[in-house]
C-alpha cells in the first residue's frame, strides 16, 4: 500500500466513525529521538480541519504545516522542504476545506486589517478570477479549489527542492479537499 492509500484508508476510517485506537505512550517512546512521518501535509489553520484525525493517524506518521488559507510564504516553503528533503516523504498533500473562512472573508471583500491583509493580499487573485456574479457559495467553493491548485503550483514553482525531488520521481505532489459535513477527502 502506498503512502496515498494508506491515508485514504485512514480517512476512510473516519467517515465510518471507526477511528483506530492510538497508543500515545509508545508512540511518543518510538518517536522521542526521531521522527519518520510518510506524508507532508499543508493545510488551513481552520479548527475543523485536523489532518491527524481526518487520515486517522499516529504520532509521527505525517509532517503537518499550517496557515489561515493554506498559503505559501517563505516560512511555510522551509517548512515544507524541511519535510520533504530531510523527512523524506514521499508525498506532499495540499489539503484546502470546503467554506474556507480565508477564500470567504477575500470573496466578500473589506478592509483587512493587521497581517490579516497579508492572506486576503494572497489569495485575492484567485477570488478575482473566479468571481463572476454568479452563485456566491459556488463561486467561494470554485475559489477554494482553484487555491489549492495553485498552491500546488507555486510550490513547484518557488522551491527547487520539490521540483528536484518531483522530477526524480521520489515526490507526489497532490491537492486533496476535505469535506466538513461527511469528514471525506478527495481529489480535485
Known amino acids: 500500500m502506498n503512502e496515498l492509500e494508506k491515508l485514504m484508508e ?3 476510517r473516519y467517515v465510518e466513525g471507526k477511528i483506530t485506537e492510538k497508543d500515545a505512550k509508545s508512540k511518543r517512546d518510538e518517536t522521542y529521538n526521531e521522527q519518520k512521518p510518510y506524508a ?7 479548527s475543523r480541519v485536523v489532518p491527524e484525525h481526518i487520515f486517522n493517524v499516529n504520532l509521527g506518521e505525517i509532517f503537518v504545516i499550517r496557515n489561515a488559507g493554506n498559503i505559501v510564504d517563505p516560512i511555510t516553503l522551509g517548512s515544507i522542504e524541511y519535510g520533504v528533503e530531510h523527512l523524506k516523504t514521499p508525498i506532499l498533500i495540499v489539503l484546502g476545506h470546503e467554506r474556507c473562512g480565508a477564500v470567504t472573508a ?10 490579516i491583509k497579508d492572506v486576503v493580499e494572497k ?9 463572476k456574479g454568479g452563485d456566491e457559495q459556488a463561486e467561494i467553493e470554485e475559489a ?10 507555486e510550490i513547484k514553482k ?9 522530477n526524480d520521481g521520489k515526490l507526489k ?15 480535485i
Open 10 to 12: 485512514g480517512n476512510n
Open 40 to 46: 507532508t501535509v499543508l493545510t488551513c489553520s481552520d
Open 106 to 115: 477575500t470573496y466578500k471583500g473589506g478592509d483587512a486589517e493587521g497581517h
Open 123 to 131: 489569495i485575492s487573485p484567485i477570488v478575482e478570477k473566479v468571481k
Open 144 to 153: 477554494i479549489d482553484e487555491n489549492m491548485k495553485s498552491v500546488v503550483e
Open 158 to 166: 518557488r522551491s527547487a527542492i520539490v521540483s528536484k525531488l518531483e
Open 173 to 187: 505532489v497532490i491537492p486533496l479537499k476535505y469535506y466538513l459535513r461527511d469528514g471525506s477527502v478527495r481529489e
